[in-house]
């Protein structure tokens, strides 16, 4: 059986990727990096904290429409511009993280990079989820 690729309406319609891919064997769904851009394709203004939630908040958009919720999340890649901003940053997207998706923590890696895809993004994160 092939894989199922899930676009929400409520995203940015993707060109050339999908938002999330589900692998039927298993059910595990991949999410596609999501960057802070917003339902028209734009990314959010503000600093790294408003990104954060943008881009959670896609990943879950995300997951949810593949059957998945927060509590599936077995893995996730944050790539950073700044780094040292995030850190600055860590309580209130920790709040952040909880409002969203509670207290759960899947295994995760924060990685430091030269830019993203779209020049003003600040953050984009993947992640994998096995749903039950």
Not at 2 to 26: C, D, E, K, W, Y
């Given at each position: ?50 990104q ?7 990943v ?64 984009e ?8």
């Amino acid at each position: 059986m092939p894989h199922q690729n899930i676009n929400p309406a409520s995203l940015a319609t993707p060109r050339g990727f999908a938002h999330a891919t589900v692998a039927p064997a298993g059910r595990t769904v991949h999410l596609g990096g999501q960057t802070a851009m917003d339902a028209d394709g734009r990314i959010v203004a503000g600093g790294i904290v408003e990104q954060f939630r943008q881009a959670f908040g896609n990943v879950l958009t995300s997951l949810a429409a593949a059957g998945g919720t927060p509590e599936d999340l077995v893995s996730l890649t944050i790539y950073l511009t700044d780094v040292d901003d995030y850190q600055a940053n860590g309580a209130e997207i920790g709040r952040i993280w909880r409002e969203l998706a509670g207290s759960n923590y899947p295994a995760m890696a924060g990685i430091g990079v030269t830019r993203l895809w779209q020049p003003e993004a600040l953050i984009e994160i993947s992640g994998i989820a096995a749903l039950d």
